[in-house]
């Protein structure tokens, strides 16, 4: 029994057989149904045909099509980078296809299309800088290109993805000199600038990996206001709880209690210089023994839910923080 898939990888070549279409209305019946394939594939396979319609309507479009072809190729890119089981090969000819497209797009395509494709291009150069294959900072500048057509008022969803990954790019940078204390600045920015197109209501679970993401990069910023950064680090997390809860999202909860855990053992203030004051004070409660508990509930969920290494982690950092509410209470004494 054919699925769907099939039939429609069968019925696109039976359209490049077609002699009654001209060269072009093949071409473009390729790329449409290629297209059609590519979304929401169940299998590595469709992805793998999506590729073969795509070549297939490069040998069908006319070499004086120029736009057509240029079309075609970015698409090519987008399954190419697609690919489960691609790996950087796959990577390799997708920004091939990309860098291919781009000149003749930009000359006779629309904006749109010339600032998708480079956002995809900034996707796998982002991906190929990972496997140490090319330099995130041609990512930073695809992404940055891409943004000139992509603004918050027109395309807020690309806006969003946009600078989503610029703020990755940031952070996946060693902070080891001033001009790494300002990436990690554009990351917090760029994660405060998705936060203007996304909302708790419409978007809850990107809502919250975007809060969690940028509670991390503020608390882990090389700034001189460190206090303030946690305090924003905190309300960031609590943001992102309101979504994240053990019930339907135990893991991504737990990531998030234990990121919050962290920075409330940082509110701690040195009993040496600051007495009894400090930012203990000033937010109320026991900064420790709530790190404690939050500690405990993310070791167990980790636990429960087959992540043991994050479990381990947690049971040192539950250690840890007992040891340092006994220190404190044998000094108070």
Known sequence: ????????????????????????????????????????????????????????????????????????????????????????????????????????????????????????????LQALSGLGRGRVTDAIAAYHRSLRTFTRERFAQEYAVLHNNLAICYLSMPATDERGRMREALAVQSFEEVLKVINLIDHPSEYAMINNNLGNALQYASSSHVLENNLRALAAYDEALKVRNPRDTPLEYANTIANKANVLRSLVPDPVQAGNEGPQASRGGDPLGDALALAREAQVLFAQHGDAQKAAMMAEVVNDISSELEHRRVQSH
């Open 1 to 124: 029994m054919q699925t769907l898939s099939q039939s429609q990888f069968e019925a696109a070549l039976a359209a490049a057989d077609d002699t009654e279409a001209s060269p072009e209305e093949r071409a473009e019946m390729l790329m449409e149904i290629a297209m059609g394939m590519q979304q929401r594939p169940k299998s590595a396979k469709q992805v793998h045909d999506a590729v073969a319609l795509y070549e297939r309507a490069m040998e069908a479009a006319p070499a004086q099509a120029a736009v057509l072809r240029a079309r075609i190729t970015a698409r090519m890119g987008t399954a190419l980078q697609a690919l489960p089981d691609g790996g950087p090969a796959a990577l390799d000819r997708a920004q091939g296809c990309f860098e291919a497209a781009l000149p003749v797009l930009q000359a006779q395509g629309q904006p749109e299309e010339v600032a998708e494709a480079e956002l995809n291009l900034g996707l796998v």
